[in-house]
């Protein structure tokens, strides 16, 4: 029991260690800035972050989401991101326990992370990251395959095929991004699972996106990055879609 929770503190710690790392790759991949030499600065000061600014959600709480010299606001996001790989980490490990099917979990939830931060300040989404991911997903899921083993290659097709059909249909709702991310995504879950990925993605930007034009935070025609909802979709999917499917089926049929 003790060893446990001593994993799952450690893992926590670790989701929260890599959301920091992810929100750096995210914000200089597609700038095609190293994210590996050179050390994070205030945009506007250009102070250079210490150790005590780059403590994972505590020192955006410290600092009140301000630079400490010159109280420029920091982006949420970068809290946003650290605590949510945090607890999704600390999930898998809950769910899965010490088990391959934990180790594709963390890698799917570090792609997916990098994706939200790169989506949500570019608009994009780099062939780069996801050729990046797409080997090590069809290894780890030769290596620990879903039932019947052809199961992820039916879904990265469907996931590729489903979004090419709505970008064509919606002339330009979409982007290729989306798709090929689709696509990946189908790879771990499988058919019926990215299908599932698919509808709560489109129900989470209905009910979302609706909700913020409601409230007039967003205007009509500005563009809405539909990668955030993709990942949401995912990770329902990913962790949930067996007790939805079971529900589904007990309270319907
Ligand atoms: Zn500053």
């Known amino acids: 029991m003790i060893i446990q929770i001593v994993y799952l503190i450690y893992i926590l710690g670790l ?39 780059l403590i994972p959600v505590f020192s955006y709480l410290f600092l009140r989401g301000k630079c400490r010299r010159c109280g420029t606001k920091i982006s949420p996001i970068y809290p946003i991101v650290e605590l949510t790989t945090g607890v999704l980490f600390a999930v898998s490990y809950l769910i899965f326990g010490l088990h391959i099917e934990l180790l594709i979990s963390l890698i799917f939830i570090s792609m997916l992370m990098i994706v939200f931060v790169t989506d949500i300040t570019y608009m994009l989404i780099p062939d780069k990251l996801l050729l990046f991911f797409l080997p090590i997903f069809v290894i780890l899921r030769i290596i620990h395959p879903l039932n019947p083993w052809w199961d992820s290659y039916i879904g990265g097709l469907a996931g590729l095929f489903t979004l090419a059909l709505i970008i064509i249909l919606s002339r330009g709702g979409m982007g290729a991004g989306d798709m090929k991310l689709m696509g990946v995504i189908g790879i771990v879950l499988g058919l019926q699972d990215t299908y599932l990925a698919f509808f709560f993605a489109t129900l989470y930007g209905t009910v979302i996106s609706g909700g913020l034009l409601l409230l007039k935070k967003i205007d009509r025609k500005q563009p809405i990055p539909f990668g955030p909802y993709i990942i949401l979709g995912a990770l329902t999917a990913y962790f949930f879609a067996d007790s939805i499917v079971k529900w589904y089926v007990d309270t319907l049929w």
């Open 15 to 53: 989701g929260l260690t890599f959301g920091s790392f992810f929100n750096v790759v995210g914000l200089r991949l597609p700038l095609k800035q190293s994210f590996v030499h050179s050390r994070s600065q205030c945009p506007t000061c250009e102070y250079t972050l210490t150790w005590r600014d």
